[in-house]
């Protein structure tokens, strides 16, 4: 069954990786290591990677027999408002537009060619990367991003654990965490990092400085969001040399209208329902539904693009 999995992969441009449930201990074991060590900022672990269930989150798989982790190459996406005098556009970094349908969608597929594992294939909720570098699927860059030749890290990984035996073997042991060869003397990323999470001494992120972090939790922004970033950023990824020429960027398709971008800016207003509920349906599209981080992120966005148009004064 893994030369089918293998060949549906290759079928659609895609690339997957299986091995044994020993790969979920293992990297459950880390993240234990690195919190008991103080590695992980605690308040961080609480919030972000506490939900982790490994081996499966449904009652459908009660004997996890293999995982399956598959990487999707992703675009960095261009989203418009308009505004009163023009039109606004925002990056929204891969991942971000239909992160979670990616995993139904893919599931889907795999369970249409391989009727066997119909019923028997589960989204696997643990650290995707940790477990794909295991597999040999992709290779962590000094940013704690994974990369993939040819591709970067311009991706998306999706996993899935199965009670099926498709034929993994009973030796099969997990790899080691590899870094790029290209990582070992450049310190480019750390550099360019407008929090300085990257540190050249570990490959583990400061994570609990990361923009992204801010950019994706609710309260007062305190911190710049990254260049025109609607969630995320992309500083280390756009400068790193393994990312040369891949990165792109196509357009999502959506454009919210004036009353629209005014009702996300505001926030829900009762006497704009219409443009609420329209709004919002063109949110689900992009499986985007955090709708006031999306309204106060916006808001930044558009402040400080206003700001840098405005003359500076002569002196």
Known sequence: MISQLQQWAAERGFRVACGGVRVLDE????????????????????????????????????????????????????????LETESFEV?????????????????????????ELHGHLEVLVAPLKSVACRLGLVTYGRNNLTYIPEWGSYFQLVGYV???????????????????????????????CPTGVINEERVLLHAELC???????????????????????????QVCPANSGLLQIEPVGVTF????????????????????????RKLAVLGLTEE?????????????????????AHR
């Open 27 to 82: 990297a459950r074991a880390e993240l234990v290591r690195q919190r008991s060590a103080g590695e992980l900022d605690a308040n961080f672990y609480t919030s972000n990677l506490d939900f982790f269930r490994y081996e499966n989150s449904s009652s459908n798989i009660a004997d996890v027999k293999a995982v399956i982790v598959v990487a999707v190459p992703r675009p960095a996406h261009r989203l418009s408002f308009e």
């Open 257 to 280: 209208d004036r009353r629209e971008t005014e009702t996300i800016l505001s926030g829900h207003d009762a006497r704009a329902r219409d443009n609420t509920e329209s709004a919002a």
């Open 211 to 237: 923009t992204t972090l801010f950019s994706e939790q609710l309260g007062d922004l305190n911190h710049d969001l990254s260049a025109d970033c609607l969630f995320g950023c992309l500083a280390c990824q």
């Open 292 to 312: 006031a981080l999306i309204g106060r992120n916006l808001a930044r966005l558009i402040a400080g693009h206003s700001q840098a148009q405005q003359p500076r």
């Open 162 to 192: 199965t009670d099926e035996d498709i034929g993994i073997a009973d030796d099969w042991c997990p790899g080691p965490l590899t870094l790029m060869p290209e990582c070992e003397n450049c310190a480019i990323c750390s550099s360019a």
């Open 91 to 115: 990056t929204l970094p891969p991942t971000y537009v239909r992160y979670s349908a990616l995993f139904k969608e893919v599931r889907d597929d795999i369970t249409a060619e391989i009727p």
